[in-house]
């Protein structure tokens, strides 16, 4: 269980820092699938922003913005306010990079 999303998300992380997005994003959905099927909803929303941050480096805006979208309602829903908060940041950098900061 969770050490299986744990191995998961270090293999993703280390496939990020090569500037292998497309790579990390398997092993990342590998882990959120884990970390669902064991009910894991911080992990998960953890899960969903990594997911987000790497769309967003491959310039997948919309995946970007759904993963950040539900990371943000599982926060809301744990009443993370330190999530929440990491949502609308990666949020705000999306909107940034598309150049709409209305």
Do not use: W
Not at 4 to 9: E, G, P, Q, S
Not at 23 to 39: C, G
Not at 48 to 56: D, S, Y
Request: hydrophobic share 35%.
């Amino acid at each position: 269980g969770s050490g299986k999303a744990v191995c998961l998300d270090h293999l993703g992380n280390v496939y990020s820092k090569m500037g292998r997005a497309a790579k990390a994003v398997q092993y990342y959905q590998q882990s959120l699938k884990v970390k669902q099927t064991i009910e894991d909803v911080t992990g998960e929303a953890r899960c969903r922003v990594r997911i987000g941050i790497e769309h967003l480096s491959l310039h997948e805006v919309p995946k970007a913005h759904e993963e950040f979208s539900e990371a943000l309602k599982l926060f809301e829903r744990l009443e993370d306010d330190n999530g929440m908060a990491i949502c609308y940041e990666n949020l705000g950098d999306m909107y940034m990079k598309l150049g709409d900061i209305s």
